[in-house]
């Protein structure tokens, strides 16, 4: 898979560790020359993630909504720009320009991105899958939740179809290699 998206949080509160673990993924994505899709803030773990990536050789699209543009939070590191509306065709660029989509730690944008693709894809638009990577175990409580899901009935086909889970950066690596 060679352009791969990255959901992710544009907070600049978090933890070290969620840094950390966005810069190990972006060095991941330059070393293998890979394409990084992502949401184009200069904020948070989306800059870390591109300011690694770049900084190891891959390329990034970033898709930038209009009001991202308006308050400045735009990151200089992009080799390409698309430009959106707003959070909806945003959203629908980046599941077009990618193979595959990471979601790292990241608050409602990250979930309305996640939730985005899996629902377009349980109805039949595409097959590309989410991959949860878990670091430090923050999606255990959404993947807890999305398992009664699966066990009461209320999703239409096995969880595995919309995704999939990496708990450290040898799982996730090999799952977008
Ligand atoms: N206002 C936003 N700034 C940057 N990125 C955003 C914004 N709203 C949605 N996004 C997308 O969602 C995540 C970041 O949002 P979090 O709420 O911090 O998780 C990121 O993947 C953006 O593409």
Redesign the pocket.
Same mark, same amino acid.
């Given at each position: 898979m060679n352009k791969i998206a990255v959901?992710?949080?544009?907070?600049d509160a978090i933890e070290p560790v969620f840094m950390e673990k966005a810069r190990e993924l972006g060095a991941w994505l330059g070393q293998h020359r890979k394409w990084l899709v992502? #949401?184009g803030?200069n904020t #948070?773990l989306?800059e870390a993630l591109a300011r690694s990536a770049t900084e190891n050789g891959a390329m990034i699209m970033g898709v930038v909504p209009t009001k991202?543009e308006e308050h400045g939070?735009v990151s200089d590191l992009l080799d390409v720009t698309f430009h959106s509306v707003n959070?909806s065709d945003r959203k629908d660029i980046m599941l077009q320009e990618s193979d595959v989509m990471v979601a790292l730690p *990241? #608050?409602? *944008?990250?979930l309305?991105?996640v939730f985005h693709v899996m629902a377009a894809c349980s109805i039949g638009y595409h097959q590309k899958k989410v991959i949860f990577y878990n670091v430090e175990g923050f999606w255990n409580d959404l993947l807890a939740f999305l398992n009664r899901l699966e066990e009461t009935h209320f999703v239409h086909r096995p969880l595995k179809n919309y995704f999939e889970v990496a708990n450290t950066l040898e799982e996730l690596t090999r799952l977008l290699e």
């Open positions: 959901f992710c949080s544009a907070s992502y #949401g803030s #948070g989306m991202l939070r959070l *990241g #608050g409602i *944008g990250t309305d991105e």
